[in-house]
């Protein structure tokens, strides 16, 4: 009897682990890594425009700053960082956008109370954070920040990023990936 409950026992084990290693194994698959190719998505944003991955890709980078909730202690330092170092990233020939998976409403009242300078995508569907591998067991999107260049590939991605120093950090790693700086045009 011990044999037999033995071999049950052996056998239920190795099932729970195959079943384990089958739901493991798509999620890390479908991760981003660097020199992959970022995937298009399309959203609304806080500012009332709609804006696609496609629009920018042989154009300029993008910076995709993904954030967990609107009007959380931790997010809304990130996003206020990020709006506190504008001029130093705007002089970066750059679109950066935060993302979230809220409402487009909650991320235009949550960019209308912080006076954010830049768009707030809005992923409520959330299968733009699927797709970049950002989705939280939680349903909320992982605090990552994403390098995309005008190719449309991921060449950086941030996985601790730190609120209160996002917006500094953002702009060093644009510096660091030799990101174009906006040209001035004489006499201007």
Excluded: H
């Amino acid at each position: 009897m011990f044999k037999q409950l033995k071999k049950v026992a052996s056998r239920t084990a190795t099932v729970a682990l195959l079943s384990m290693t089958a739901m493991i194994l798509p999620s890390l698959s479908s991760a981003l890594e660097v020199g992959d190719k970022a995937p298009d998505f399309t959203l609304q944003a806080s500012n009332g425009q709609t804006y696609s991955l496609a629009d920018f890709v042989g154009k300029q980078p993008v910076v995709l700053a993904f954030f967990p909730a609107a009007f959380t202690g931790g997010c809304t330092i990130q996003c206020k960082a990020i709006r506190d170092s504008s001029d130093e990233i705007k002089s970066y020939n750059v679109a950066y956008f935060m993302a979230s998976v809220d409402t487009v409403e909650k991320n235009t009242e949550f960019a209308k109370e912080y006076e954010l300078d830049f768009p707030v995508l809005a992923d409520p569907e959330k299968t733009m954070t699927q797709a970049f591998g950002v989705l939280s067991e939680r349903g909320f999107a992982n605090r990552w920040t994403y390098y995309i260049d005008a190719q449309g590939i991921v060449v950086k991605i941030d996985k601790s990023t730190n609120p209160s120093s996002a917006g500094k950090d953002l702009a060093d790693s644009m510096a660091a990936l030799g990101f174009p700086r906006v040209t001035q045009s004489a006499g201007l």
